[in-house]
């Protein structure tokens, strides 16, 4: 059991300053997200899209937005749980909240900061009868686990965008499984002309086998509970079936976001967004806030810049529920105690203790 002051479910634009505005008031902040890495919308929608509407940047794109909050947030090195899903979230009995997380982690926490977004991003799965046995060992999403090793197997990587391309590819230039093959319902594939050139010339060298089919079934072998997926029914566009040996099958179809749990948490909401003031941004259960795109209030729109101010009120709210007296404002360009939290050099001039 982790206990602590302070958890941000969600790593987007929205969570990751709210950590930071939690941090200029002394408050350390555990940071979930179900993606792997931090950068929510931004990252995952739009990573290499322009953003002309951030005060004081003229044009960055969604990574390079991402990138710039990560660094400022840098000096108060939040506690991270990414690839993690917030499963539960309930009041106890001492007004602390327990967070329970598809890891199987639990964390105690005196306020918490829902920065959800849209909901959590998740891959897209499969649909077919049987597949999910074979997840975590021989059927990944997105990505294959770090440092898992694919010497002499058979490696299907199923999906037609930048992701899965760059999958296959990687894999096989590395060289080490015994055949890449590459699984789409059409040969053409969405990704960028270098990746799509690395394609080309991997295919020529007989070092990528493209598929063009449409997963139909599987065979497996062995008793259910410990079976060993075989193969993929695949047909092809004329209609014809075939069955593709398969050891690993990485299936790169796609992530999208899911509302899922956070409905079930007893908090009141209007249209799947939750409900909130606008003085400090409460939720309508006590210690819960909700900053960014998950939230609504009269006038809300869902923007970066209004999640930052969001974000800095309920902050601000929180560190004064926490302490239980009122927080005195403080300017980070005066403050030498503002200073010292950013471990920044005092600037000539600084007041303050
Ligand atoms: C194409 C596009 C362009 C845009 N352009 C602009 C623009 O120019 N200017 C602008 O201001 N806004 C723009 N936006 C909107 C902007 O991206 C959003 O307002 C912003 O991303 C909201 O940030 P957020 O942190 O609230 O949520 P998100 O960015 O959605 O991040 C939420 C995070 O929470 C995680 N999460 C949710 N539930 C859970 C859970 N239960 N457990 C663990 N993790 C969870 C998700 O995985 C996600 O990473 C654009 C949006 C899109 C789609």
């Known amino acids: 059991m982790i206990e602590t002051d302070a958890v941000v479910i969600g790593a987007g634009p929205?969570?990751?300053?709210?950590?930071?505005?939690?941090?200029?008031?002394?408050?350390?902040?555990?940071?979930?997200?179900?993606?792997?890495?931090?950068?929510?919308?931004?990252?995952t929608l739009y990573g290499d899209k322009p953003i002309y509407d951030i005060a004081g940047i003229p044009v960055c794109t969604g990574r390079e937005l991402i990138d710039r909050l990560l660094a400022q947030l840098a000096p108060f090195k939040p506690h991270w749980h990414l690839n993690t899903l917030v499963a539960a979230l309930a009041p106890q009995p001492d007004a602390r909240l327990l967070l329970e997380t598809d890891a199987g982690a639990r964390l105690l926490a005196r306020s918490v900061f829902i920065a959800a977004g849209v909901g959590a991003f998740v891959p897209r799965t499969l649909k077919m009868a049987g597949m999910e046995r074979f997840v975590g060992t021989q059927l990944f999403y997105q990505v294959l686990p770090a440092g898992m090793d694919v010497a002499g197997r058979q490696v299907i990587v199923h999906g037609g965008d930048e992701g899965a391309v760059a999958c296959a590819v990687e894999l096989a230039e590395q060289g080490r499984a015994a055949r890449v093959s590459l699984l789409y319902r059409r040969d053409l594939f969405q990704a960028p002309e270098a990746l799509l050139q690395r394609l080309q010339q991997l295919r020529a060298a007989g070092r990528i086998a493209v598929e063009v089919g449409q997963i139909t079934g599987i065979a497996s072998s062995g008793m259910p509970q410990c079976s060993t997926l075989r193969a993929l029914q695949v047909v092809d566009a004329q209609g014809a079936s075939h069955a593709l040996p398969v050891d690993v099958l990485v299936a790169v179809l796609g992530i999208s976001p899911r509302l899922g749990p956070l409905t079930d948490w007893?908090?009141?909401?209007?249209?799947?967004?939750?409900?909130?003031?606008?003085?400090?941004?409460?939720?309508?259960?006590?210690?819960?806030?909700?900053?960014?795109?998950?939230?609504?209030?009269?006038?809300?729109r869902r923007l970066i810049l209004c999640g930052f101010h969001e974000a800095t009120l309920a902050a601000f709210a929180a560190a004064e529920a926490l302490k239980g007296d009122k927080v005195a404002l403080q300017y980070t360009t005066t403050s030498a105690h503002l200073h010292r939290l950013l471990g920044v050099a005092p600037a000539s001039g600084a007041t303050g203790p």
């Open 14 to 43: 929205v969570g990751l300053f709210q950590a930071f505005q939690l941090g200029l008031q002394g408050i350390g902040a555990h940071l979930i997200d179900a993606l792997p890495q931090a950068g929510g919308q931004c990252v």
């Open 266 to 300: 007893g908090m009141a909401m209007a249209r799947k967004q939750l409900q909130v003031d606008t003085e400090a941004f409460r939720t309508s259960v006590p210690g819960i806030y909700a900053v960014g795109d998950i939230n609504t209030y009269p006038g809300k």
